[in-house]
């Protein structure tokens, strides 16, 4: 009995050692970026938007480093669905979020990625720097900040939102907020949806990085076909209300997509 256990224990200390060895290597690869890399290209490239593209493509490059380093390190294995339908330009892409690493997944498939961060992750000194550079879209910037969204979409940005706005809490409906569907029936954005799953789960909402799952964990990113918005704004535009309604629709039709994925993933 103890010969059969003593591999499934070491497996699992060399997995929490790992874990915390990949957490380490976020939080100094953001500092090094802050420190060393974005200053030299605040000095070396005078051009703003060509600064920021510059600076999304080093964090593009040094996310999939961390992919590659926690698959080395053999912590997960993963699969990219439609991977394809991300090289594109301009798309309002949204997606669940399970996890804490999702979006470090899906930033990676991402060269020029937008995002809208929340303030804690602007102001966290391991993140700011590079959430600066990048030119992120913090969610305090109030009555403007729908109008931000939409511009960077329409400027041939690839803006990254959970619409759940954090972490999917296990075991519980899905809730999202409405601020992603308001900025795609007021944009009259196509969504490019994004499906995460994460089994057996791992760093979820409230759950310490320690708690490691009994095995390796998978994830898996399934990028769906682009959800049209005109059937949403389309078909009640003469509605009293027309805008609201198709918001609260569209909003409803996002949580039956994402909610639908996330109970086979657990089956």
């Not at 996002?254 to 639908?260: A, K």
Request: proline share 6%; hydrophobic share 45%.
């Amino acid at each position: 009995m103890v010969d059969r256990l003593l591999p499934t224990r070491l497996d699992h200390a060399w997995r929490v050692f790992g874990t915390g060895l990949s957490f380490l290597a976020f939080g100094v690869g953001g500092l090094l970026l802050r420190l060393c890399v974005f200053p030299l290209l605040q000095l070396g490239v005078r051009e703003p938007a060509r600064r920021r593209a510059l600076a999304r493509r080093w964090i593009q490059r040094s996310f999939a480093s961390h992919v590659w380093l926690m698959h080395t390190l053999g912590l997960l294995t993963y699969e990219v669905r439609g991977r394809e339908r991300l090289q594109r330009r301009g798309l309002l892409i949204l997606a669940n979020h399970p996890t804490l690493i999702d979006v470090v997944f899906l930033i990676s498939l991402l060269p020029d990625a937008d995002c809208v961060v929340k303030v804690g992750v602007a102001r966290n000194p391991f993140m700011r720097g590079p959430v600066r550079a990048a030119g992120y879209i913090a969610n305090d910037e109030g009555a403007g900040l729908v109008e931000d969204c939409i511009a960077a979409v329409r400027g041939g940005g690839n803006l990254v939102i959970f619409p759940e706005g954090t972490r999917s809490e296990p075991g519980r409906p899905l809730r999202l907020q409405r601020g992603a569907a308001n900025i795609a029936v007021r944009g009259r954005l196509d969504i490019t949806p994004v499906r995460i799953s994460c089994a057996p789960p791992t760093l979820g909402k409230g759950q310490k990085w320690y708690r490691v799952p009994s095995r390796r964990f998978h994830m898996l990113i399934e990028v769906g076909d682009d959800l049209p918005i005109a059937p949403f704004v389309d078909a009640i535009a003469a509605a009293p209300g027309g805008e609201a309604l198709a918001v609260r629709r569209l909003n409803d039709h996002l949580g039956h997509y994402f909610s639908g994925d996330v109970a086979r993933a657990g089956t």
